[in-house]
């Protein structure tokens, strides 16, 4: 069976599966904001129909601007693109034919960016007890990896790795002349976020994505950013086409960087729902992985491989992310978007009703 690579467009998964779509359902299988887009984006929408008349700009130069200011960096460190998809194979048609490490289970992109371009692809594996990461190992590795790729925060297990942690592997690195790619795709999620953004400035051999589309709510606009050397965002710049991030997008963006308090109320939210999810689940012996973010693992402890639970919960409208394309889950572990109190609920419910039956 050919699986859907992503989360989201649930009728490719249903159709996958050959189940029936029921005509209510709830999808938590794309990790986005609950809360939804910020006010000051929704405010100001009906506006942004006087900037389809004219091409974008191709660089990007208002937002950028704003991103420096916030991030403490120069214009110059900091490329614009169109999601993180577009990005990440920038980056990977910069490194075409090299060598390349990922830390997996990590977001698939990664790995079919390279072998597109011509890269050869090795794991360095997490396991499930404590998801930790093993430097000694990691190291013997990077000894013959031009390129190392680290999600942090984890996608798919939420688990948020300290800034200690991350200059510890910046510098396992920089000894090798490996190039560190971070991915913090969800880092504003994180309650308790350190930014290792300082360390890019004179540092020739560290890129760090992030998205804006998550957060904000606004996956179907594509918007992400990479801080890096100035020498590297050339190199990467060099390679995209232009006008690849529509005006929409960019104005959207600009509005979103305002959006304070939005993230506040969203991190406040998730960590509530999270631990009330995460205590649910535990009294009903499922494995919930320590996640600090807006999704989380999740596996029923009496079953190994989990696709009867997850069958059972499309056929109830319940739609998780399936882990068959991640590198040391391939099924024994399912995804969950942390949503608002009421989808939460009815995700429970189902749970429950599962556990009557198993």
Excluded at 171 to 177: S, T
């Amino acid at each position: 069976m050919k699986w859907p690579s992503h989360g989201s467009n649930p009728r490719y998964l249903y159709e996958a599966m050959n189940i029936k779509m029921p005509a209510e359902r709830i999808d938590f299988s794309a990790n986005i904001n609950p809360l939804g887009p910020p006010q000051e984006l929704k405010a100001r929408w009906n506006t942004l129909f006087e900037y389809i008349t004219d091409y974008p700009d191709p660089h990007a130069s208002l937002l950028k601007s704003n991103l420096a200011a916030a991030e403490g960096v120069k214009e110059t460190q900091i490329l614009v693109g169109n999601g993180g998809a577009e990005l990440i194979t920038l980056i990977a048609r910069m490194i075409a034919g090299k060598r390349v490490l990922i830390i997996q289970p990590a977001f698939s992109e990664y790995e079919e960016a390279c072998r597109v371009n011509g890269c050869t692809v090795a794991y360095h594996q997490l396991e499930p007890e404590g998801w930790n990461l093993d430097m000694e190992a990691l190291s013997l590795k990077l000894k013959d990896a031009d390129a190392l790729f680290f999600c942090n925060p984890n996608n798919p297990t939420g688990v948020f790795y300290s800034s200690g942690i991350v200059e510890e592997l910046i510098e396992r690195c920089r000894v090798y002349n490996c190039l560190f790619v971070m991915d913090e795709a969800f880092y504003d999620f994180a309650c308790d976020y350190q930014s290792i953004i300082p360390v890019i400035k004179n540092n020739m051999h560290v890129i760090v994505l992030r998205s804006m589309t998550k957060m904000f709510s606004i996956p179907g606009l594509r918007l992400g950013y990479l801080l890096a050397n100035e020498v590297l965002i050339e190199k990467m710049a060099a390679l995209k086409p232009h006008w690849s991030v529509n005006a929409l997008a960019l104005k959207a963006g600009e509005w979103c960087l305002e959006s304070k308090e939005h993230v506040q109320l969203t991190k406040k939210l998730i960590k509530q729902e999270r631990d009330r999810l995460a205590l649910f689940y535990r009294q009903l012996d499922f494995s919930v992985s320590p996640s600090s973010v807006n999704f989380y693992l999740l596996k029923d402890s009496k079953l190994e491989a989990q696709l009867p639970l997850f069958q059972f919960l499309l056929e109830k409208g319940i739609i998780p992310r399936h882990t068959m394309n991640f590198p040391g889950l391939e099924g024994k572990w399912l995804r969950f978007a942390i949503k608002g109190p009421k989808d939460n609920d009815r995700l429970m419910e189902a749970i429950q009703e599962w556990r009557k039956v198993r």
